[in-house]
């Protein structure tokens, strides 16, 4: 069973808005990474955020994680067309090499 | 440079081919994964190679036959594939030291006819 579940699953917004999309997760955890992949191609890293970490910061992007509820928030502040893509959150568990993928959000970016 | 290469980018074959999906990097990463992705579903993880090594088979169909010739390839061959394996393939690689950031490459495209 897929370790992170996001939501919501879909999500459209105006250009200039935020959007917060959610990931919850099952196990003990090493870290959540979050990935953006646009339509029909690879996925691109955005951020990754420690188990012992509670807040990180790139760009326009805010990722929160809290362990004691075992979930995880990506933030995307003054949103732009360019960041319609599907977000998806995957958590590195404390043993193994591999990393799970949550159901994902697209996101709509309106003009 | 994180590059992850594909070839090729699109294919379609029938149920009786032969095909294989290759995967390149130069990062010096030593650990590279094949995802399979259907739409609008996360990839699902199907092999890990770590330092050349398979460590990890998602109890995946013999049907899929990964290869890793040396430290900067990965081969997916493909035989006897149904219908229902028509998927995206995503490629990725990453340091290889357990916790790290994954790359990847665009994916192919597989139509089973």
């Known amino acids: 069973s897929q370790q992170g579940e996001e939501d919501p699953q879909a999500l459209s917004i105006q250009e200039g808005e935020n959007a917060t999309m959610n990931c919850s997760y099952k196990?003990?955890?090493?870290?959540l990474q979050w990935y953006r992949q646009n339509s029909g191609r690879g996925l691109v890293h955005l951020i990754l955020?420690?188990?012992?970490?509670r807040e990180k910061h790139s760009g326009r992007l805010r990722v929160t994680l809290d362990t004691s509820k075992k979930s995880s928030s990506l933030l995307i502040t003054a949103s732009r067309a360019a960041d319609t893509a599907s977000y998806f959150c995957?958590?590195?568990?404390?043993?193994?090499?591999?990393?799970?993928f949550g159901g994902g959000t697209r996101v709509l970016v309106k003009p | 440079d994180t590059e992850v290469t594909q070839t090729p980018k699109h294919l379609v074959m029938g149920m009786t081919n032969k095909k294989s999906l290759k995967c390149e990097q130069h990062?010096?990463?030593?650990?590279m994964y094949w995802y399979k992705q259907k739409a609008k579903k996360p990839p699902e993880l199907m092999f890990v190679?770590?330092?050349?090594?398979?460590?990890i088979n998602e109890s995946v169909p013999s049907r899929f036959s990964p290869e890793c010739p040396n430290s900067s390839l990965l081969n997916l061959h493909l035989h006897a594939l149904q219908p229902e394996d028509s998927a995206l393939y995503l490629c990725?690689?990453?340091?290889?030291?357990?916790?790290?950031?994954?790359?990847f490459g665009p994916g192919t495209r597989l139509l089973v006819l």
């Open positions: 990725a690689s990453s340091q290889g030291t357990g916790e790290e950031t994954q790359y």
């Open positions: 196990t003990s955890i090493n870290n």
């Open positions: 955020i420690r188990s012992n970490e």
């Open positions: 995957a958590v590195h568990k404390a043993a193994g090499n591999k990393l799970t």
């Open positions: 990062t010096g990463h030593r650990a």
């Open positions: 190679y770590s330092y050349e090594k398979l460590s």
